[in-house]
Every structure is written in C-alpha cells, then in structure tokens.
DNA sequence: TCAAAAGTGTTATCATTACACCCATGG
DNA sequence: CCATGGGTGTAATGATAACACTTTTGA
C-alpha cells in the first residue's frame, strides 16, 4: 500500500549509542551484525525507521528492546545527521540518542530478529557501517564533556558502589590514567550528593563502603546553585 | 509530480532560533509572521521545508537568508522535535538550529517572500506558532549554559566591544541584575583571551578601552586545558 | 562642574593540588 | 604475613568574592 506526497520526503530512522562498563570499568558500546545490505555483515548502531505514530524518543527505546533486548535506560537525545549521501539507499536523516547502561544488569538477548548484537571495548572496535564511527565519536564526546558537569556517570553503575568504582569509571570516561584519590575522594564526598549505604562483603582487601547517588540531594543542590548563578554569574572556565 | 513510498514518511523542516543583542544590549528573538493557515497571522520560528539534496545546516541558513536575509552567522544545531501532533498537517519533524547574531550588523530586509519578520523582546513575545515556545525556551536554556563554558557570546557583539559591553551581555543571557565589575574584569582579563586594539572615542564619559576576542589565544587555550583536563580529570562542577 | 561610565588595590575565604602514610581483609 | 585496595591529614598555592575609591570624558 504505497504513500504518495506532493514533494519527495526523506526516510527518517533512529540510531542508538548504548554505552556500559564491564566488570573492570571499561567503557563498551553496543553493537549489532547487519544482516542486510547495504553493510551487510558489518557491525552497525541498533536503529531503524521511526513508526507514524510514535515519538522519536519512543522509537529509539523501541529498536534497542528489538534488537538487543536492553531497555529501561538513561537515554538523551545526540544530535541529527542528514547529510545526503550517507545512506546509499537514498536521503535518510537519523535522530541519534545516546544511553548509559550498566552492563551487568542489561545482558543482551538472544536479539529478536536474530541480529547478532555484542559489546566492543572502544579501543577495538570492529569497522562500523554507514556514518555510524563519526556517530559514535560524537557521542563519546558528549559524554566526555558532560560527565565533568553532570551526575550521568551514576547511570554506568550498579546501584550501589564503592567510591573505587566511581572514580575508575571517571577514569575511563576521560581517558586519563590514574586521578589523584585523595583529591577524588575530596571533592565527591564534599559536593554531597552521596549517601552510604552500607559496607563491602567477601573482597581480598580492606572491605569498602558502599555508596548510593542521592537523586533529592543532587536536585536540591541544584536549585541552590540556581540561586547562586543568579547572584554570582559568569563562570567562563573556557 | 507526485512521489511515491511503500511506507509512510514524516515531512521534514528546519527552525531557526536567531539571537540578537539590541543597542542597550538587551537580548532579542528573529520571528516571522505566518501569511498561511495553520496560525495564519500568529508569529513563528523562521524555518521550512528541508530539500532533498540539502544538508540540514544549509537549509537552516538558506530558509534564514529567505525570510529574514539575515546570513553569515553563528549557527549550532539545537535539537529535533519530533512529537506525533505538533503540527496539524501531519507528521511534521523539525530540526531545530540556534545563532546568535550582532544585532546592528544584521538588519533585517524586506523579506523576499513578503513575510513580516522582527525583533522581539524576549520578555514581551507574542503567542507562537505550532511549539515554537519550548522550541525557543530550550534554545534560551541551552545558550544560557553555553556561555558559562564557552566563549559563544562574541558572537553577538560587533568585533570590537567594552569590557562593559560584555559585561551586560553575560549579565542579559545570564538573566542576572548586576555581576560584580572588579571581578568580572579581573576573570575575564585573566583569562587572556581578548586583545586590546584601541580607544573608544566620543562617549560623554571615560573612554573605554576596546576590546577584540583572540580566537588563536582561545584554540590554544583549549588544547592546553585538554592536557590539563588528562591530568586533573574531574570537574563535576554540579 | 556634573553625570556617567571606566578603571583599579586589597583582603578574607575557599577550593585545588600535591604530598605519604596507615588500615582491614582474604588467601 | 603479605598483597590488595580502602581510607585519611595537611600545607602551599591559587581562585573567588566582597569591599570603595579614583579617573576621564562630553555636555
């Protein structure tokens, strides 16, 4: 049943960048095996064409539960990419989204439509199809910038952590090599937006304290610092 | 001549949220009265229609060049609204760019095709077309938190400016009375990223020292801020 | 000579950095 | 008893915030 229109229209899809760390802290994206051409076989972002009905964000939650299984996550909108020519079966625009996920509680299945999906270290990642590498660096960008101003890092994590945790997960979202524990530890505990919640069991070393994000805290500091903008202003820092 | 698909397709459009500073640097809004129903009359985003061999950003700026003649700006993309309903037409999928512009150097014309276009205060906007309120609401929150980070605000002033000039520009965006001159001269300064280039002349009052932003200095800045980030890593910054 | 902005010196406080050492646990 | 990470005290440095006063111009 075909669908005519006045003007010729571009084909409009989604792309997912599913962020997780692994039991090491290393940060991972999710990627499914394209069964079709054009790409076929090569590894590409989950995604795929936006229903009439549905809300983009929708749709973007919608392909990642169809073709990895992983839902209930942290998902923000990227950036839109339109350029004619990246898709050779025409003019087709992609709203792309982004989504941290810890990985331990988000295994992938058996993908319904029998797509092969899998998680790549960001340092050997296999050659993706389409414009989908400039994607995924911008992406990574993105979450690079924003974890320095922005709890999103809570999202990558287990419920609850051990201040180890969270800062090798700053550790690998930045790139850097080792952060200075003490001054870590420091500023994290000082900014107060972390609530013990008890102590860890059965490790070979001195047992840590466990840490949950304290969502109300984070929210009311937030308006505080609202209120402090308004007075205070400028905050350049390039 | 018709086109035809086997699935149905979204018409796509782009926005423009065009920024301006007026001469007593109070910040303003391009818009354009619609001539057509829907909301014939009632005043809109510039934007349109997104041809078929266009990038999206070219068609930004092309659908700002017809309707306002404004060009050579500034322009990011904002975001792409996407809601099942947010135009009576149909499904509608707007991506949606901001700029920012110097004012003074950007009349605007009578517009090619006769539409009414003006600036607007942002404390006195008439009631918008389709959601071009949130569109633009979102567009204000975005460059509210972008001038914090990055040096985005020259763009609305002409090339060489006071350090008052730009103090009421941070204090305009940031929606703030009054931020502290010593110390706002003193950041900025420190910063190193303006170079003197003369005097202001015929001004009832102390001249002021004029002022141009040195891109160079700011792109070596970032690099060395890059390194420095390696190093120090977080900034979470709230 | 007055109004209107431009421009500066200094101090208290707070945040950041850079150190090196002790602690608790399981194996 | 030792390897492994967890956890702290503190001093030097630099940034920020909060003050009020002097300077230069055209009208």
New interface residues.
């Given amino acids: 049943m075909?669908?005519?229109?006045?003007?010729?229209?571009?084909?409009?899809t989604v792309d997912c960048i599913i962020f997780g760390l692994d039991e090491s802290q290393q940060l991972k994206v999710l990627l499914i095996q394209r069964l079709k051409d054009p790409f076929k076989n090569k590894w590409a972002l989950p995604g795929g064409?936006?229903d009439?009905?549905?809300?983009?964000r929708t749709a973007a939650l919608r392909e990642l539960e169809e073709e990895t299984g992983v839902r209930d996550v942290f998902m923000e909108?990227l950036?839109?990419f339109?350029?004619?020519g990246r898709d050779p079966r025409g003019?087709v625009?992609s709203?792309a989204y982004y989504a941290l996920v810890n990985l331990a509680e988000h295994p992938i299945e058996a993908a319904t439509d029998a797509k092969e999906a899998a998680w790549f270290n960001l340092q050997a990642l296999p050659a993706l199809a389409f414009d989908h590498q400039e994607i995924l660096d911008m992406a990574i960008n993105r979450i690079r910038a924003k974890v320095?101003?922005q709890?999103i890092g809570f999202e990558l994590l287990p419920e609850q952590f051990t201040l180890g945790q969270l800062q090798k997960l700053?550790?690998t979202i930045?790139?850097?090599k080792e952060?200075n524990k003490r001054n870590?530890r420091s500023?994290?505990t000082k900014?107060g937006v972390l609530k013990e919640v008890g102590i860890q069991a059965g490790v070979a070393h001195r047992p840590a304290k466990l840490y949950e994000f304290d969502q109300e805290k984070?929210q009311q500091?937030?308006k505080d610092?609202h209120q402090d903008?308004?007075?205070?202003?400028?905050?350049?820092?390039?």
Same sequence: chains 1, 2.
């Fill in positions: 075909p669908y005519t229109y006045d003007y010729p229209r571009p084909a409009l064409f936006v009439m009905e549905e809300d983009l909108q950036f839109t339109g350029q004619p003019r625009i709203v320095r101003y709890p700053y550790e930045l790139g850097v952060l870590f500023k994290i900014m984070y500091l937030l610092r903008v308004l007075k205070r202003g400028l905050d350049f820092d390039i």
